[in-house]
């Protein structure tokens, strides 16, 4: 089994600065993709960012140049450092993964429980 655990969150005012940490630990032999995403009250699940096991990153356009992804491969951790926060940008962040187990054919896709991210105007 795999768990996620995020950290981080909290409350902040509006273009401050926060950084989520999200480590993964039990039965993994690698990770692939790491993502965040968010989930403001009434609206649904949306994709933050994403980076895959060589790096390559990806952002949502309303985090472009504000938000940046990246992972710590010996530690099997995903972070996200956010600048310049916006109201908009609060949420219930969630971390993803998609691990392999260690046999060839173990491969699952698992999810931290959530850290909440308050931006005050």
């Known amino acids: 089994q795999v768990q996620l655990v995020e950290s981080g969150g909290g409350l902040v005012q509006a273009g401050g600065s926060l950084k989520l940490s999200c480590a993964a630990s039990?039965?993994?032999?690698?990770?692939?993709?790491m993502r965040w995403y968010r989930q403001a009250p009434g609206k649904q699940r949306e994709l933050v960012a994403g980076i895959s096991n060589i790096d390559f990153t990806s952002y949502a356009d309303s985090v472009k140049d504000r938000f940046t992804i990246s992972r710590d491969n010996a530690k099997n951790t995903v972070y996200l450092q956010m600048n310049s926060l916006k109201s908009e940008d609060t949420a219930v962040y969630y971390c993803?993964?998609?691990?392999?187990?260690?046999?060839?054919?173990?491969?699952?896709?698992?999810w931290g429980q959530g850290t909440q991210v308050t931006v005050s105007s």
């Open positions: 993803y993964a998609d691990v392999l187990g260690p046999s060839l054919w173990d491969r699952g896709d698992y």
């Open positions: 039990g039965n993994i032999r690698s990770i692939n993709a």
